[in-house]
């Protein structure tokens, strides 16, 4: 989706019409079985809703299954999983409650909640056959992102956003058809339809940042950044996070010099220190999540160690660890391979 059609979607809302379906849902025609994630809130409620519409308009298409994830963490919580099948029933499609027992978890509570879900989501989906998982991430959640990312001093990457699909593994895909619509225009579709939904208190707790984040929104709008323009930042940011990708496949290709394993790579030292910051720092981030754990490694942290290597003597060499990973500089290389196991 393109800077100027984020803010356009972003400006209606009314109830979602018929005639937007093909489009929204146009994702779900690549694979078999896509689950719907389903909370109970207005949000999931009319990604539920919409996409059976949308199905049974179709000759030819993807099974959908609803799943619903109980975190323990309220008591009413099954009861509102319960009315989500209810209503996945009446609309003619297979519900299962899948339970999270977070109630030990004492810090990082809804980050724990969120991995846990997409956790228990992707399992269900592998155990139905689907090939996708489809959350209801809203164009208001996406400017709610872009505000807490920017807040935790995130680089180009974390402020381009929530993206409208990505990887849950090497067999499940996360879509989230939703992104373009206001929150507004999805309450109004249930409303329209004659159908209850619930709301989550911690939406509202201020002991969450997103949710202090959310009870200013409000004013941040007055002053003329509102979510449709938070969006467009975003598509914008990811338009140009998409380029330097285009970059750093260019860099990576010029500079890797040998690759020792599978999982280490030796890189030209001077054609490293020569690149552009941005590009530099984006090897690094690649090379060390492929030779080290594989998840994303810290800007700040990438930071430090793009300023190491610049502040070494040009003969200069010496060792560093990151993120599962040992780097190694010598005189003409950067070796990146997995760090050795840590002594007891």
């Known amino acids: 989706m393109s800077a100027a059609e984020a803010e356009r979607s972003c400006e209606t809302v009314g109830a979602v019409a018929p005639e937007a379906l093909p489009s929204l849902f146009a994702p779900f025609l690549g694979f078999d079985g896509v689950v719907l994630a389903v909370s109970g809130g207005p949000d999931s409620t009319a990604l539920m809703l919409l996409a059976a519409r949308w199905r049974a308009g179709l000759a030819e298409g993807p099974a959908l299954f609803v799943a619903t994830v109980d975190h323990g963490l309220r008591p009413e919580a099954r009861r509102e999983a319960e009315a989500v099948g209810a209503l996945a029933a009446e609309l003619g499609l297979p519900h299962a409650v899948l339970s999270w027992d977070g109630a ?19 399992a269900y989906a592998h155990a139905v056959g689907a090939g996708a998982v489809a959350t209801a991430h809203s164009c208001d959640d996406q400017a709610e992102t872009v505000l807490f990312r920017l ?17 849950l593994d090497a067999d499940v895909t996360l879509l989230r058809p939703l992104l373009a619509l206001r929150k507004a225009e999805l309450v109004a579709t249930c409303r329209a339809a004659g159908i209850g939904f619930v709301e989550d208190p911690s939406n509202r707790d201020p002991r969450f940042a997103r949710a202090r984040l959310r009870a200013l929104m409000p004013q941040l709008a007055a002053e003329g950044l509102d979510a449709p323009r938070l969006a467009r930042l975003a598509a914008r940011l990811a338009r140009a996070d998409a380029a330097l990708e285009v970059a750093v496949d260019a860099a990576m290709a010029a500079l890797v010099s040998a690759r020792p394993t599978a999982r280490a790579l030796r890189l030209d030292r001077a054609g490293l220190l020569a690149l552009p910051e941005e590009i530099a720092l984006r090897v690094l981030g690649r090379a060390v999540a492929m030779a080290g754990d594989g998840a994303p490694v810290e800007l700040a942290k990438l930071e430090a160690l793009a300023a190491w290597l610049t502040a070494l003597e040009p003969g200069g060499s010496g060792a560093r660890t990151l993120a599962g990973a040992l780097v190694r500089v010598a005189m003409r290389a950067v070796t990146i391979a997995p760090a050795p196991p840590r002594r007891g």
């Open 104 to 122: 030990g978890t004492r810090s990082g509570l809804q980050e724990a909640a969120r991995h846990a879900r997409y956790e228990r989501l992707t």
């Open 151 to 167: 807040m935790r001093g995130s680089g180009l990457s974390g402020l381009a956003g929530i993206p409208a699909g990505r990887a």
